[in-house]
């Protein structure tokens, strides 16, 4: 194959995988996470992320809502912070997808 042929089948390549990443094509589903979400997540932080009081004054913490950014919440899903432990179940694409719907909670 010839160089610029090759050059162009690259250059087509590249442009067609920047149009699909932002098409969305391999965008976070936060229908998804809100499944995730609903197991792992809805008993603490409450249906829509406004916190479950009961389980707060349990645990003697203060109600935070989830309003970090998509960063600080998979870091606080994975590391845990104060007395929430690490969701080690949830990793991968169900992690994206979790993130993806807690940020749309704030819509």
């Given at each position: 194959m ?10 087509a390549t590249?442009c067609?995988?920047l149009a699909?990443?932002s098409?969305?094509a391999?965008?976070?589903?936060a ?33 935070k809502?989830?309003n970090?950014?998509s960063?600080?919440?998979?870091k606080?899903?994975?590391e845990?912070?104060?007395k929430?432990?690490?969701?080690a ?13 807690v940020?749309?909670l704030?819509k």
């Amino acid at each position: 194959m010839r160089p610029l042929t090759r050059s162009i089948i690259g250059f087509a390549t590249v442009c067609l995988l920047l149009a699909l990443c932002s098409t969305g094509a391999w965008a976070a589903d936060a229908a998804a996470g809100k499944a995730v979400y609903a197991t792992k997540c809805r008993s603490c932080h409450g249906a829509n992320g406004e916190g479950n009081p009961s389980m707060a004054k349990a645990l003697k913490v203060e109600l935070k809502p989830l309003n970090e950014s998509s960063a600080d919440v998979k870091k606080v899903i994975t590391e845990g912070q104060g007395k929430m432990k690490p969701v080690a179940s949830v990793t991968g694409a169900d992690l994206d997808n979790v993130v993806a719907y807690v940020q749309s909670l704030k819509k």
